[in-house]
């Protein structure tokens, strides 16, 4: 088999299309071209795919949190705890996020919430956003590498009103 490589940017966006402990990034992408008439995927799982892509599509993709989460952080100099930075999100994106964002997962957490969540994951392991150890608990923190990309991004963003 070929091996290629992608940027993170690619990563994290095959991430976001994948079910966890379910799919590999050539089942990721085998789905998304709809290549269907392979023995190695199953019927089950093709109908599976079927439907994630037709949910997908309705989703606000997780990277898409990204800069806003960012310069909301800039906002509130470099810092938020966590249900104050989500509503000041949910406000800010409020016209790109979907009915579907807005429906519940199986946990009960809204969707939207979660696709937030797992970006903030993603911007510490990005190095934007200070580890959980080195944060208040529930409290989201910039990074000196976060605050360079909101530098990058125009300062504090147009939702800074001062």
Known sequence: MPVIRVDDEVW????????????????VLRGLAALTNDASVSAPLQ????????????????????????QILAKNRGKGARPNVLK???????????????????SGTVRWQKSAEWEIHAMRNDGLLLPRSASPHGVWCLSREGERAVQLLGGKGDHDKS
Request: hydrophobic share 30%; no cysteine; charged share 30%.
């Open 12 to 27: 994290r966006w095959l991430q976001s299309k994948a079910r966890p402990f379910e799919d590999t990034p050539n089942s």
């Open 47 to 70: 109908r599976s795919w079927n439907h994630r892509m037709s949910t997908t599509s309705r989703k606000t993709p997780q990277s898409m949190f990204r800069t806003p989460i960012l």
């Open 88 to 106: 000041e999100l949910e406000r800010v994106m409020t016209g790109q996020l979907t009915a579907f964002d807005r429906s519940d997962i199986e």
